[in-house]
């Protein structure tokens, strides 16, 4: 069978990837440059037996998306960096439930309503610490549209197989520019229920990712965002708040290796980027142009942002790492955390991205 083609736009790639991976609920409101995201789902999903819903704002999406999960369907959202600060309370709620569920930024230029219209990388710590306590996010950085399609289905399956919210961090670039994509089949991995009902320990305290119950099939769960014990009911005390959080933070962490992605070319050379989403598309480029003309350049493109790749950022044996980001410096911070030589940090904001002229004088330097 041969892959269909199509030449789209990055926010309808995504409607694409997230109807392909099962989704089948979309709770949303209208922020720009994420629009087509949900005009696309509202389109496209009852076509498949699903269900859109635009709610009053970003706090009731969220919310939303968190119950349609429960409810047993995949469930996503779209915003831009304002949306996504309301959400940011449901969120903290979806890590503290193991709710399952997507979340596409596609983002804007800030902070408050900014720059409606211009690509910005704005919003990268505010995925890691936006909402309080301790949690460990899963984050892709696309920076095609066809990455578009491939992330948001990766995302989906991330999202099932951890039991998180998963984001999908694009910018407007990406969100608007129109490509070749190939819609090709990739695994997809479907939810895992328990065997036993009712269910009496949903959160059990010594199994990494526990299967996820969900409403009206006879499990006879509780859940709750306080912390809970074994059967998901509230117990505040120290012991069992350590023991769940732990978990929610190990099954991430322990599992780094399964999810941490990306792409790097001339590893070992001594002068490093490392990108991540648009930004990368000019890193690419002048890395391969720098070569030509005999300097020893390379770069590693993060896919997966969250979780960090530590380990292979103490590993390089670079004397310079370049880091370009359209913002004022947010990844260069956990890039300086690890990097065992120095960290330049190239910043773009105001809505355009960084020129090839502009970071070869960097490696210059």
């Given at each position: 069978m041969t892959d269909k083609v199509e030449f789209i736009q990055g926010n309808l790639a995504c409607v694409k990837g997230a109807l392909k991976a099962g989704c089948k609920f979309f709770g949303g409101y209208p922020i720009t440059p994420s629009t087509e995201i949900?005009?696309?789902?509202?389109?496209?999903?009852?076509?498949?037996?699903?269900?859109?819903?635009?709610?009053?704002?970003?706090?009731?999406?969220?919310?939303?998306?968190?119950?349609?999960?429960?409810g047993g369907l995949k469930s996503m959202t779209a915003t831009s960096g304002p949306g996504l600060s309301l959400m940011m309370e449901n969120i903290g709620y979806a890590f503290m439930t193991e709710t399952p569920c997507v979340i596409v930024d596609v983002q804007r230029g800030g902070p408050s309503t900014g720059q409606p219209t211009y690509a910005s990388q704005g919003?990268?710590?505010?995925?890691?610490?936006?909402?309080?306590?301790?949690?460990?996010?899963?984050?892709?950085?696309?920076?095609?549209?066809?990455?578009?399609?491939?992330?948001?289905?990766?995302a989906f399956n991330y999202a099932e197989k951890y039991r998180v919210p998963v984001f999908v961090m694009a910018d407007e670039i990406v969100g608007h520019m129109r490509?070749?994509?190939?819609?090709?089949?990739?695994?997809?991995?479907?939810?895992?229920?328990?065997?036993?009902?009712?269910?009496?320990?949903?959160?059990?305290?010594?199994?990494?990712?526990?299967?996820?119950?969900?409403?009206?099939?006879?499990?006879?769960?509780?859940?709750?965002?306080?912390?809970?014990?074994?059967?998901?009911?509230?117990?505040?005390?120290?012991?069992?708040?350590?023991?769940?959080?732990?978990?929610i933070c190990n099954k991430i962490l322990k599992n780094k290796d399964d999810i941490i992605k990306y792409e790097a070319k001339y590893i070992d050379s001594e002068t490093m980027f490392i990108c991540y989403g648009t930004p990368s598309r000019t890193v690419k480029y002048l890395v391969e142009e720098m070569r030509k003309e005999g300097h020893d350049v390379g770069y590693i493109r993060l896919i997966t942002v969250y979780p960090f790749p530590d380990e292979l950022i103490k590993n390089l044996k670079a004397s310079k790492i370049i880091v370009p980001e359209m913002n004022l410096g947010q990844i260069v911070g956990e890039v300086m955390k690890y990097a065992k030589c120095d960290v330049v940090l190239s910043d773009k904001i105001g809505g355009e991205i960084h020129r090839p002229e502009e970071l070869k004088a960097l490696v210059l330097e």
């Open positions: 949900a005009e696309g789902m509202a389109r496209e999903l009852p076509k498949v037996g699903g269900y859109y819903i635009q709610m009053e704002d970003e706090l009731g999406s969220m919310a939303s998306i968190i119950g349609a999960s429960w919003d990268m710590m505010q995925i890691r610490w936006g909402s309080h306590g301790d949690y460990e996010p899963i984050a892709f950085a696309p920076s095609s549209v066809q990455e578009m399609y491939d992330y948001t289905i990766m490509e070749k994509v190939v819609l090709h089949e990739l695994p997809i991995i479907d939810r895992a229920l328990p065997e036993e009902k009712p269910c009496k320990k949903p959160y059990p305290f010594d199994k990494e990712v526990p299967e996820m119950p969900i409403f009206g099939e006879g499990y006879n769960v509780h859940i709750t965002g306080l912390t809970h014990d074994e059967r998901g009911y509230p117990d505040v005390s120290s012991e069992t708040h350590e023991k769940l959080v732990k978990r």
